[in-house]
């Protein structure tokens, strides 16, 4: 395997294991800040591949992650913890090890639902799509087990990263028309949520996600 | 030209209203905006009418029978509402329950909202199509959270989770079918429009398509609102201003349901199985009929229709599930009068809930005594959309049992008991809140239900007779997603 394959199976690695922390840290600042770390590894890697394969247009997305993803988004996330004055918000997460043993089977099943796509690819990047599908799903997992507004909008930005990554490991990245879109709309979307977690807050006196769970089926 | 026109005016309309929204004349703008607009449409249909199908700007826009239909319907609502909301909401700022800045917001993000459900129904570009509808949720999330009741915030949040997430899926079910189609039609920007696809589509990989659909299905399939993936929608529907309850029911839930339709045509052509539309009427089979019978629980009204937005949601999934011309051509209809209805309905429920102040059904007494127009209004809107002849539901429903009786006659008990119980629940509930004993004195303000019978009367004409021009372009937009 060439140096830039095993680079970015090393960075698709990285981005794995920040996944797992994702999953188990219980501060909101150490949780942005591995947020914007997974999208420094996310641009390191588009730049690579974008390297190796002359995709120019690669370059760009990978600009553009650098500047929302390790940027703009950490930055606003930052903003929104002084403002709300929840900068030292430790949450209390019940039951890590369950929770981590979940997230080791949700990695099994995204490496074989990713197989038979895999082999389909054509691209250099193509073993990391497991990865990729399992950052989503990790991501996911984060945002049904944590309590409080805050992460769970940070984990649903990780599993933006994750499709993301997806994107570039089984494509090379989608159409620039495309990717501005979602970017814009991720943009877009964290300015809403930065205003809701205002509302939230007036309303409840709190961040946390069971005030709102009163709404039933009946 | 008359794609730009579509589209600029919403939202150069919205920009407008975030700008000077704080005016007195603001509702007033929305309405002509929406006006305007809904002539743009009209302009565009006759031109597809007489030309055929059109693309525009290198191929990023595409316009057939199929969604030209849609957007003529989106526009047409959109206006009717805009006419709604301007004395709702007037009412509501009256009473203290929204703030201007509140207004300017719902007046300015109404307008951006028509702009990405037209954007998602005209663009050629699935990643585009993606795009709009994440637009759409965004749009839409601060207006449910209108009133800032705790319900209303909790509402918000629901309908914003679970539709991003939802969402997320479909990206990637975007991203697989980009994956497929860059194999054929090689990478770049035309790999993901929906002509070219749609010309290759018998040589996408059959593999990767089922699990780009499975994904796209269950993403978009969240924002029709299909059970189990449905907890948003009743209190988004309920805790929301009854305007965007209208266009939520009416309108939104259809241009998802387009975006699936859209997706299923090119699994089919990459598949060659009916496996996209088993998936569908599984889904919409089990839509219908856990909707029928939570239908009878519930105690609110808006909640209650919202779960009758489900059920006829279900019932269209089932039926372009189904395929073939009749099939398609009843769902096509009953999209159509399902948003007519279920808009109007709101339109004459919320005037009675805010003249009863309240929502729940016990409380809502005889309304033909204290105000015998909003009385009216629900009970029509109420039998229309309970199919019962010679209103145009009955029609688009009866060719849609018609149709699973012949192909998949397995499913008509279920879709006949289901319809079956949401008549019962819906007309037991209705008939006393319209007819019942009330010690409430007649309301001072006069509601303004011009569109609920506009709506109930364009339902009507359809139900009783298609012009043939009408049958001719929906027949049409049938042998094209088939």
Redesign the interface.
Same mark, same amino acid.
């Given at each position: 395997m060439s140096l830039s394959g095993q680079l970015i199976n090393v960075l698709a690695a990285i981005m794995l294991l920040i996944a797992f922390a994702m999953l188990s840290q219980r501060r909101i600042l150490s949780l942005i800040e591995l947020f914007a770390w997974q999208g420094v590894v996310l641009s390191l890697s588009t730049f690579i591949v974008a390297y190796t394969t002359g995709?120019s247009h690669l370059y760009f997305s990978g600009v553009l992650t650098l500047l929302l993803k390790v940027i703009a988004l950490p930055w606003i996330l930052y903003r929104l913890l002084h403002r709300l004055n929840i900068r030292w918000d430790v949450e209390t997460l019940l039951n890590i090890p369950t929770i981590m043993l979940i997230g080791i089977a949700l990695v099994i099943f995204a490496f074989n639902l990713a197989q038979?796509?895999s082999q389909?690819?054509s691209t250099v990047t193509r073993a990391t799509l497991g990865i990729a599908m399992a950052c /989503?799903l990790l991501s996911?997992l984060m945002?049904i087990t944590r309590r409080k507004?805050v992460p769970?909008v940070i984990g649903?930005l990780a @599993? $933006?990263n994750g499709?993301f990554f997806?994107?570039t490991s089984?494509?090379?990245g @989608?159409?620039? /028309? /495309?990717e501005l879109?979602?970017a814009?709309?991720v943009l /877009?979307?964290a300015f809403?949520?930065g205003?809701?977690f205002f509302?939230?807050r007036?309303?409840?006196d709190s961040l946390e996600?069971r005030?709102? $769970?009163?709404?039933k089926?009946? | 030209m008359e794609i730009l026109l579509l589209l600029g005016i919403p939202l150069a309309g919205g920009a407008l209203l975030a700008l000077l929204g704080g005016r007195r004349w603001a509702p007033e703008l929305g309405v002509a905006a929406s006006f305007v607009t809904f002539l743009a449409a009209v302009a565009l249909t006759v031109r597809v009418i007489r030309d055929g199908p059109i693309t525009a700007l290198e191929r990023q826009f595409f316009i057939d029978s199929f969604n030209v239909v849609l957007v003529t319907l989106t526009t047409l609502v959109g206006f009717t509402t805009s006419l709604f909301s301007r004395p709702y909401m007037r009412i509501e700022a009256d009473r203290g329950k929204v703030t201007a800045g509140a207004l300017r917001l719902y007046y300015a993000m109404f307008q951006v909202f028509t702009f990405t459900m037209l954007l998602a129904l005209t663009t050629n570009?699935m990643?585009?199509l993606? =795009? #709009?509808m994440?637009?759409a949720t965004?749009s839409t =999330?601060?207006l449910v959270?209108l009133y800032?009741?705790? !319900?209303a915030?909790?509402?918000?949040?629901?309908y914003?989770?679970l539709c991003?997430?939802g969402i !997320?899926q479909a990206?990637?079910g975007?991203?697989?079918l980009?994956?497929a189609a860059?194999?054929v039609l090689g #990478?770049?920007?035309t790999?993901?429009l929906w002509t070219d696809l749609n010309q290759v589509k018998s040589q996408l990989?059959p593999?990767?398509m089922s699990?780009a659909f499975v994904f796209l299905l269950v993403g978009y399939g969240t924002k029709v609102g299909l059970v189990p993936v449905h907890?948003w929608l009743?209190?988004a529907h309920a805790?929301g201003p009854t305007p965007i309850s209208a266009v939520l029911s009416g309108l939104l839930l259809n241009v998802a349901l387009y975006a699936v339709v859209r997706c299923k045509a090119l699994t089919d052509g990459a598949l060659g199985t009916p496996f996209a539309g088993n998936l569908m009427m599984g889904f919409g089979l089990l839509s219908v009929v856990v909707a029928a019978f939570?239908l009878s629980?519930?105690?609110d009204i808006k909640r209650m229709f919202a779960y009758s937005s489900i059920e006829h949601m279900g019932l269209m999934t089932f039926a372009f599930g189904m395929g073939g011309a009749a099939a398609t051509f009843g769902a096509l209809l009953h999209m159509t009068m399902h948003s007519l209805t279920k808009s109007a309905i709101f339109f004459a429920v919320g005037h009675a809930a805010q003249k009863s102040g309240t929502q729940i059904m016990d409380d809502i007494r005889g309304l033909i005594r204290t105000n015998p127009t909003i009385g009216w209004g629900l009970m029509l809107g109420a039998i229309a959309i309970l199919g019962v002849p010679p209103f145009g539901v009955f029609a688009s429903e009866f060719i849609i049992l018609t149709a699973a009786m012949r192909e998949q006659p397995w499913a008509t008990p279920f879709l006949l008991v289901a319809l079956g119980v949401a008549f019962a629940a819906i007309f037991g509930k209705v008939q006393p809140m319209v007819f019942g004993e009330t010690t409430l004195p007649r309301l001072p303000h006069p509601p303004a239900l011009i569109p609920v019978f506009v709506h109930l009367a364009i339902v009507l004409l359809l139900g009783i007779y298609i012009p043939p021009y009408l049958a001719a372009w929906y027949r049409q937009a049938a042998a094209l997603i088939g």
């Amino acid at each position: 395997m060439s140096l830039s394959g095993q680079l970015i199976n090393v960075l698709a690695a990285i981005m794995l294991l920040i996944a797992f922390a994702m999953l188990s840290q219980r501060r909101i600042l150490s949780l942005i800040e591995l947020f914007a770390w997974q999208g420094v590894v996310l641009s390191l890697s588009t730049f690579i591949v974008a390297y190796t394969t002359g995709q120019s247009h690669l370059y760009f997305s990978g600009v553009l992650t650098l500047l929302l993803k390790v940027i703009a988004l950490p930055w606003i996330l930052y903003r929104l913890l002084h403002r709300l004055n929840i900068r030292w918000d430790v949450e209390t997460l019940l039951n890590i090890p369950t929770i981590m043993l979940i997230g080791i089977a949700l990695v099994i099943f995204a490496f074989n639902l990713a197989q038979p796509i895999s082999q389909l690819a054509s691209t250099v990047t193509r073993a990391t799509l497991g990865i990729a599908m399992a950052c /989503v799903l990790l991501s996911f997992l984060m945002m049904i087990t944590r309590r409080k507004a805050v992460p769970v909008v940070i984990g649903f930005l990780a @599993m $933006e990263n994750g499709l993301f990554f997806a994107a570039t490991s089984a494509t090379y990245g @989608m159409p620039m /028309v /495309v990717e501005l879109g979602i970017a814009l709309d991720v943009l /877009v979307g964290a300015f809403v949520f930065g205003i809701f977690f205002f509302h939230i807050r007036e309303t409840f006196d709190s961040l946390e996600v069971r005030h709102m $769970e009163k709404l039933k089926e009946d | 030209m008359e794609i730009l026109l579509l589209l600029g005016i919403p939202l150069a309309g919205g920009a407008l209203l975030a700008l000077l929204g704080g005016r007195r004349w603001a509702p007033e703008l929305g309405v002509a905006a929406s006006f305007v607009t809904f002539l743009a449409a009209v302009a565009l249909t006759v031109r597809v009418i007489r030309d055929g199908p059109i693309t525009a700007l290198e191929r990023q826009f595409f316009i057939d029978s199929f969604n030209v239909v849609l957007v003529t319907l989106t526009t047409l609502v959109g206006f009717t509402t805009s006419l709604f909301s301007r004395p709702y909401m007037r009412i509501e700022a009256d009473r203290g329950k929204v703030t201007a800045g509140a207004l300017r917001l719902y007046y300015a993000m109404f307008q951006v909202f028509t702009f990405t459900m037209l954007l998602a129904l005209t663009t050629n570009n699935m990643g585009i199509l993606w =795009v #709009s509808m994440e637009a759409a949720t965004l749009s839409t =999330v601060l207006l449910v959270s209108l009133y800032r009741t705790p !319900a209303a915030i909790e509402a918000a949040w629901k309908y914003f989770i679970l539709c991003s997430v939802g969402i !997320a899926q479909a990206l990637f079910g975007t991203i697989l079918l980009y994956f497929a189609a860059e194999k054929v039609l090689g #990478s770049g920007g035309t790999a993901m429009l929906w002509t070219d696809l749609n010309q290759v589509k018998s040589q996408l990989e059959p593999t990767v398509m089922s699990l780009a659909f499975v994904f796209l299905l269950v993403g978009y399939g969240t924002k029709v609102g299909l059970v189990p993936v449905h907890n948003w929608l009743p209190d988004a529907h309920a805790e929301g201003p009854t305007p965007i309850s209208a266009v939520l029911s009416g309108l939104l839930l259809n241009v998802a349901l387009y975006a699936v339709v859209r997706c299923k045509a090119l699994t089919d052509g990459a598949l060659g199985t009916p496996f996209a539309g088993n998936l569908m009427m599984g889904f919409g089979l089990l839509s219908v009929v856990v909707a029928a019978f939570l239908l009878s629980r519930q105690r609110d009204i808006k909640r209650m229709f919202a779960y009758s937005s489900i059920e006829h949601m279900g019932l269209m999934t089932f039926a372009f599930g189904m395929g073939g011309a009749a099939a398609t051509f009843g769902a096509l209809l009953h999209m159509t009068m399902h948003s007519l209805t279920k808009s109007a309905i709101f339109f004459a429920v919320g005037h009675a809930a805010q003249k009863s102040g309240t929502q729940i059904m016990d409380d809502i007494r005889g309304l033909i005594r204290t105000n015998p127009t909003i009385g009216w209004g629900l009970m029509l809107g109420a039998i229309a959309i309970l199919g019962v002849p010679p209103f145009g539901v009955f029609a688009s429903e009866f060719i849609i049992l018609t149709a699973a009786m012949r192909e998949q006659p397995w499913a008509t008990p279920f879709l006949l008991v289901a319809l079956g119980v949401a008549f019962a629940a819906i007309f037991g509930k209705v008939q006393p809140m319209v007819f019942g004993e009330t010690t409430l004195p007649r309301l001072p303000h006069p509601p303004a239900l011009i569109p609920v019978f506009v709506h109930l009367a364009i339902v009507l004409l359809l139900g009783i007779y298609i012009p043939p021009y009408l049958a001719a372009w929906y027949r049409q937009a049938a042998a094209l997603i088939g």
